[in-house]
């Protein structure tokens, strides 16, 4: 049933609280300013109350249920993490307070800033960056001012293989960089022949994200890096996936020069619903000096007496600022606290288990999913979602007759390379019991999609709403309450 708007309950008279009597005298307000009608619902503080909980009770949370959303890491968040950072030191402090008051906070950035640049094998981090996407456009704007530093400025081209994250390109384009895309050769790797036709003197770099998006670690990354770096260019990672490496593999060992981090995925704090996220970037020692700024540093030795003075420094020659005052303070927190209680050997069994949990997933499921690359994946693995035996069948169909059964879809139609694209990802948070109960839905989904595919093409029947019309929700907004029947795009 659908929840009714507030207007619909609204009884006239009704009302929630009651202001006190003004203790000041009344001023008149001037005119323009007040209208004599405001037809805001009437109703009681219990009917207010009950309205929002019986909307919240229609969300599905990573404390409901599996997100299962390939490139997204949606793993379930630790509470402890939210109760440090509310603890008032953290929570109460504002940037623009002198630095000798918040001396708590700023060792807390600079150990941070050197736990993620061990964990990444870097010489140096900023934690400015805002989300993974800036994070993104910040470490190309470094690779641009490393090039126009030596006075290259030929180097106007970008490599993104078709296998890259879909902002890849975006990032390339927005710093001023020609994009030339590499296609994957059989095995789901970045295909070495169309590299080394492109390795000239106008290559500014290459943005390569591995694992990949077919969730594949390149088999070929030691030598896709050697060709890039022979070239003169330099060597972009997309750390989205960071979180099948933990422990196991650094970035920076490979011998990639720049990488962001996504801490609202591979670190664990919540994100979807828009934010809030935080992208830090790691870099070689070539690149040090180019980081944007202000850095936390030390700025004054502590000796036997007193512990070293916290401060803000500024790389040589930085970019500048990429984000105001210093960055999602909160998520860091949130992280610090995640790899201090894990420690090493915890962030290691992190992305064990993560490529243990896709594995077993795709393990369960490949006789009856066709998979486009056959090999062990890392974290996720994309699968289509179409049987030639049922052509009336998409994976847009799947996805929906998945939320009959109380799942949250995978990601559908990404990567692009793969037809009907259902990219899973389950992190190393979910159980088995929890994975049996997935694949015990995506088998019974594939024999519906060839017994009763008029079950997938009308899905969803039992949630609060049926199925959208995406595309006129998207080029037909209704922002006002009111207008439309419940539930109408």
Known sequence: MTEPLLCDISVPGRQALRFPQPDVPLAKLPAGLTRQDLPLPELSEVDVVRHFTRLSQMNYCIDVGMYPLGSCTMKYNPKINEETARLPGFAHTHPLQPIETVQGNLLLMYELQEYLREIGGFAAMTLQPAAGAQGELTGILIMRAYHEDRKDTRRIKMLIPDSAHGTNPATSAMSGLRVVQLPSDSRGNCDLEALKAECDDTLAG???????????????????????????????????????????????????????????????????????????????????????????????????????????????????????????????????????????????????????????????????????????????????????????????????????????????????????????????????????????????????????????????????????DEVKAAKDLVLCCGVGAPGEA
């Open 206 to 468: 290459i943005m390569i994200t591995n694992p990949n998006t077919l969730g594949l670690f390149d088999e070929h990354i030691e030598e896709v890096i050697r060709l890039v770096h022979e070239a003169g260019g330099l060597v972009y990672g997309d750390g989205a996936n960071l979180n099948a490496l933990l422990g196991i593999v650094r970035p920076g060992d490979l011998g990639i020069d720049v990488m962001h981090y996504n801490l609202h995925k591979t670190f664990s704090t919540p994100h979807g619903g828009g934010g809030p996220g935080s992208g830090p970037v790691g870099v070689a020692a070539h690149l040090v000096d180019f980081l944007p700024g202000p850095l936390v540093g030390i700025v004054e030795e502590g000796d036997d007496d007193l512990p070293p003075l916290y401060g803000f420094v500024m790389p040589r020659k930085s970019i500048g600022r990429v984000k105001s005052f210093n960055g999602q303070f909160g998520m860091m927190v949130r992280t610090y606290t995640y790899v201090r209680m894990h420690g090493p050997d915890g962030l290691r069994k992190i992305a064990e288990y993560a490529v243990l949990n896709a594995n077993y997933l795709l393990a369960k499921m490949r006789h009856a999913y066709h998979l486009p690359y056959q090999r062990i994946c890392m974290h996720e693995f994309v699968a289509e979602g179409c049987w030639a035996d049922a052509p009336e069948i998409h994976a847009l169909d799947v996805a929906k007759r998945m939320m009959d059964y109380g799942l949250h879809p995978p990601t559908n139609y990404f990567p692009l390379i793969v037809h009907e694209a259902l990219m899973i990802e389950p992190t190393e948070t979910e159980s088995k019991q929890t994975l049996d109960d997935f694949v015990e839905v995506m088998l019974k989904i594939a024999e519906e999609a060839h017994t009763s595919p008029e079950l997938l093409k009308t899905a969803p029947h039992n949630t609060p709403v049926g199925r959208l």
